[in-house]
């Protein structure tokens, strides 16, 4: 379609931002609909996220995702803020109206919706967390406020684990060890891994995964790049569910491309559609 002054512009911005799956995403959303829109990538660093900001605003987009390094910088950029990210304490999303932006996080919600594609319940359960940075972040408390029974946070800086914690009704914080490791496994319904360890490009990755012996949990990884983790293989050898980082990333785009357009989407009907385009896109 021939893009003029109506076409609706939408961004994500980043850095780095070269291997970022979102403008593939949201363009199959937009040619499956047949939408008069684009989605386009942009390096931003860490220090003009305001400037980024200011322009899309001039400009007249209608929004932006936000990733590495922007997503706490927007917290107090935007002119209004959605409970959920004030919460969060980071913005993923940004909706551009009249001139004003409003913050948005669609992580949590985006991870709640792929488990519950995989009939996995946050209500009542157990859930253990490995990290504590800003994914784990917004995941924890996103758990939290939808009723897990209990979450504990394993990191390897013990400190930022009591923090995240500390900060919600049913925490409890862990150093990251082979013992505790074991000892939150055992009891866990629900297991994420969100540290960048076994990432492509990342030289570390877990030392021991024996854990997994301990647990009949269904286990995720925040991680699609590789396909499968060795934390995720390991998981699979032993016979337990497994579920990588690709299900949480095509929800979160879906219910971000509903705030940029105030189009309501049949979540998992586009679901259906994006994960076998991204998963080939992903692996050729
Ligand atoms: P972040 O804020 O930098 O946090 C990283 C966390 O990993 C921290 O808790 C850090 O521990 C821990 N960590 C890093 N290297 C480690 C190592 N060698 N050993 C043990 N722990 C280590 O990163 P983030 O934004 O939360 O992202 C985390 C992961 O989630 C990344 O792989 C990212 O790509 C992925 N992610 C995926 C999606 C999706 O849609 N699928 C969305 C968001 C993020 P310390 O506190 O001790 O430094």
Not at 259 to 276: G, R, S
């Amino acid at each position: 379609m021939e893009a003029g002054i109506k076409t609706l512009k939408m961004a994500v911005i980043g850095d780095p931002i070269d291997h970022s799956m979102s403008p593939f995403m949201h363009s199959c959303i937009i040619e499956e609909h047949g939408i008069d829109a684009v989605y386009l990538p942009f390096k931003v660093t860490g220090d003009e996220t305001g400037i980024f900001n200011d322009a899309a605003k001039y400009l007249g987009f209608s929004g932006y995702n936000a990733t590495m390094p922007h997503k706490v910088n927007l917290v107090d950029l935007v002119d209004e803020i959605d409970e959920e990210a004030a919460v969060y304490g980071a913005v993923n999303t940004v909706r551009i109206r009249d001139g004003k932006a409003k913050g948005f996080n669609t992580d949590a919600r985006g991870l709640i919706a792929a488990l519950n594609r995989r009939d996995a319940d946050i209500k009542g359960s157990d859930i253990m967390i490995i990290g504590a940075g800003g994914a784990a972040g917004s995941i924890v408390r996103g758990f939290d406020r939808a009723g897990a029974a209990s979450i504990t946070v394993l990191n390897r800086t013990v400190s930022k684990a009591e923090t995240l914690a500390s900060s919600i009704g049913s925490g409890r914080s862990m150093l990251l060890n082979n013992e505790n490791l074991s000892e939150a496994a055992s009891s866990a319904d629900i297991i994420v891994n969100c540290t960048p360890m076994g990432m492509s490009g990342m030289a570390q990755d877990f030392e021991d995964l024996s854990f997994l012996d301990d647990t009949r949990a269904l286990v995720c990884d925040l991680i699609y790049n590789p396909w499968e983790t060795r934390f995720l293989s390991e998981a699979e050898k032993r016979g337990l569910k497994t579920m990588n980082g690709l299900d949480m990333l095509i929800f979160q785009g879906i219910l971000a491309f509903e705030i940029f357009t105030d189009i309501t989407l049949d979540k998992n009907a586009e679901f259906e559609m994006l994960y076998p385009l991204c998963r080939d896109k992903l692996n050729k």
